[in-house]
């Protein structure tokens, strides 16, 4: 059975930094393209960043050069690194699989991890 957990999720203050993590059972993230989703209030979930299989990083043009993704197929994790939260960061943050192409289906979803910033 796969499953997803995402983690690191807090409180935190306009400007300051946070590093999600992403782990995941009953799967390995070796050779799947994947990525970081979030959803906020009353709004569609959406694509945050994408990582490869071969690496290859893309960010949605909200991020801005804040946000690093990043992965580690042997430990089986997955790592958002976000600097200079804004308000409009705050908001449910999931990973997935990266099926933005149609060729490939969602793995379950996890629970995700809260992501809240103040001012």
């Known amino acids: 059975q796969v499953q997803l957990t995402e983690s690191g999720g807090t409180v935190v203050q306009a400007g300051e930094s946070l590093r999600l993590s992403c782990t995941a059972s009953g799967t390995r993230f070796g050779g799947k393209d994947m990525a970081w989703y979030r959803q906020a209030p009353r709004r569609q979930r959406e694509v945050v960043a994408t990582?490869?299989?071969?690496?290859?990083?893309t960010y949605a043009s909200f991020v801005n050069d804040r946000f690093t993704i990043s992965r580690d197929d042997v430990g089986n994790r997955m790592f958002l690194q976000m600097f200079s939260l804004e308000g409009e960061d705050t908001a449910v943050y999931y990973c997935?699989?990266?099926?933005?192409?149609?060729?490939?289906?969602?793995?379950?979803w996890g629970r995700g991890t809260q992501v809240t910033v103040v001012s």
């Open positions: 990582v490869s299989h071969a690496f290859t990083r």
């Open positions: 997935n699989a990266d099926f933005q192409g149609g060729n490939v289906e969602p793995l379950p």
